[in-house]
């Protein structure tokens, strides 16, 4: 399964080249890098006290990593991405704040376990593609949902991320500069891997439409 769902991920993006998804992974990684080092020099009152604000990355880091999500959904739905898609994971601030909180504190909670701090993070991995799919649930319910849907799929994600250890090598002799495609790549992968697993068929995500009009066409040959 691993295999067919990159074959088609990396047709998707070949045949829907678009330079804003590109930008966007760039803002993304840029984020991710740079904003968990924040850091601030407090000498008022103090000896020179660093303190490190890595409670930033979840004020930034997620809503970025939606609009990647985003831009990669409209990748496969053959939908236009325009330049307000940059900023798409945004729309929805509060709820995408609060998720990424609950879930780095789950998480937390679980890592006093050992064993289970390997295995929560891939329950709690389709959160954001809930909330994208559904804006009004409540950040616990997304939560709740993706650990349902994970369910019996937490090793496929594992070996699916697993699978691009060779570009994430790649990447590293590149400076990085590789992950610019690689991130958007792994996305798109990660998202028909969602779709799949909620049920859709992902060899016919506009089989509906095409059969109206097949159908439409049907009737009118009839009529004729």
């Known amino acids: 399964m691993i295999s067919n769902l990159k074959i088609k991920a990396k047709k998707i993006i070949k045949e829907k080249k678009n330079n804003t998804i590109y930008l966007v992974a760039f803002i ?6 740079f904003v968990p080092q924040t850091t601030v020099d407090i000498t008022q009152g103090f000896e020179n006290v660093k303190v490190n604000f890595n409670i930033l990355y979840f004020f930034v880091v ?5 609009s990647l999500i985003i831009c990669c959904f409209k990748l496969i739905y053959k939908e236009n991405i325009g330049d307000d898609d940059i900023v798409s994971g945004f729309k929805n601030y509060s709820k995408v704040l609060g998720a990424s909180l609950l879930v780095a504190l ?3 909670l679980w890592s006093l376990l050992i064993i289970p701090i390997f295995i929560k993070p891939f ?17 616990n319910e997304a939560i709740t949902k993706s650990r349902e849907l994970m369910d019996g799929h937490k090793v496929e994600l594992f070996l699916l991320i697993l699978s691009f250890i060779g570009w994430f090598i790649l990447s590293i002799l590149t400076l990085g500069i590789l992950l610019i495609w ?9 998202n028909l891997f969602y779709l799949k697993i909620s049920g859709k068929d992902i060899d016919n995500l506009n089989g509906n439409i095409t059969a109206i009009f097949i159908s ?6 009839l009529s004729l």
Do not use: G
């Not at 993304?28 to 890098?33: G, M, Q, Y």
């Not at 997620?62 to 939606?66: R, V």
């Not at 329950?123 to 909330?131: A, D, F, G, P, W």
């Not at 690689?182 to 990660?190: D, E, G, R």
């Open 28 to 33: 993304f990684l840029l984020v991710s890098v």
């Open 62 to 66: 997620p809503m970025f990593e939606l």
């Open 106 to 108: 789950y998480t937390a």
């Open 123 to 139: 329950s709690y991995s389709m959160t954001l593609r809930i909330i994208k799919d559904n804006p009004d649930i409540k950040v």
């Open 182 to 190: 690689v991130l958007p790549y792994m996305q798109t992968t990660i």
């Open 216 to 221: 439409l066409d049907f009737v009118s040959s």
